[in-house]
């Protein structure tokens, strides 16, 4: 199945969490994975942690510059879409030592071809290198700004780093 990506159209207000104090990367994987199960991105949280564990298991998915983008193509994701926490800094993992506060949950159905679901990662990967929208979205002061600021993003996939 082809699927063209446009962020803002994953994007749900019910799966942003902006206030959390997260300890560690199981425990950001099983609350922004109840989020996709509540807002019935996915249809197994179980089924769908699983597949984002076994992603993170080949390698870690904090990615640098505060950021982790654990992802999955799974039969568990009915539709694309993403869940965002906004932490105070914590260690993702022990194996790299890196502080992650801003994470992108990343859930793709596995009918999406693989080159898709790449180019899914990869454009997110393109907005969140400019430090201009990662300080955006770190001082946004609500979901609904936090949603502004992605939206507003969009810009960096095509524009770079515009003013």
Same mark, same amino acid.
Request: glycine share 4%; hydrophobic share 40%.
């Given at each position: 199945?082809?699927?063209?990506?446009? =962020?803002?159209?994953? =994007?749900?207000?019910?799966? *942003?969490?902006?206030?959390?104090? #997260?300890?560690?990367?199981?425990?950001?994987?099983?609350?922004?994975?109840?989020?996709?199960?509540?807002? @019935? *991105?996915?249809? &197994? =949280?179980?089924? $769908?942690?699983?597949?984002?564990?076994?992603?993170? &298991?080949?390698?870690?998915?904090?990615? /640098? $510059? /505060?950021? @982790?983008?654990?992802? @999955?193509?799974?039969?568990?994701?009915?539709?694309? /879409?993403? @869940?965002? /926490?906004?932490?105070?800094? $914590? #260690?993702w993992d022990g194996e790299n030592n890196q502080e992650v506060n801003l994470i992108f949950l990343l859930a793709v159905p596995e009918q999406i071809e693989y080159p898709e679901y790449m180019k899914m990662l990869a454009s997110i990967s393109r907005m969140l290198v400019h430090q201009r929208f990662r300080n955006a979205l770190l001082q946004a002061s609500t979901i609904d700004e936090f949603i502004t600021e992605i939206s507003d993003g969009e810009r960096f996939l095509v524009n770079g780093d515009s003013k």
């Amino acid at each position: 199945m082809k699927y063209t990506m446009n =962020i803002t159209e994953l =994007i749900n207000k019910n799966t *942003i969490k902006i206030d959390c104090t #997260f300890q560690n990367k199981d425990e950001v994987i099983n609350d922004l994975s109840y989020l996709l199960y509540q807002n @019935a *991105i996915v249809n &197994s =949280i179980d089924g $769908f942690i699983a597949a984002v564990k076994e992603r993170e &298991s080949q390698t870690t998915t904090a990615v /640098g $510059f /505060g950021i @982790a983008i654990p992802h @999955a193509r799974s039969k568990h994701v009915l539709k694309p /879409g993403i @869940a965002i /926490g906004r932490s105070e800094m $914590f #260690f993702w993992d022990g194996e790299n030592n890196q502080e992650v506060n801003l994470i992108f949950l990343l859930a793709v159905p596995e009918q999406i071809e693989y080159p898709e679901y790449m180019k899914m990662l990869a454009s997110i990967s393109r907005m969140l290198v400019h430090q201009r929208f990662r300080n955006a979205l770190l001082q946004a002061s609500t979901i609904d700004e936090f949603i502004t600021e992605i939206s507003d993003g969009e810009r960096f996939l095509v524009n770079g780093d515009s003013k």
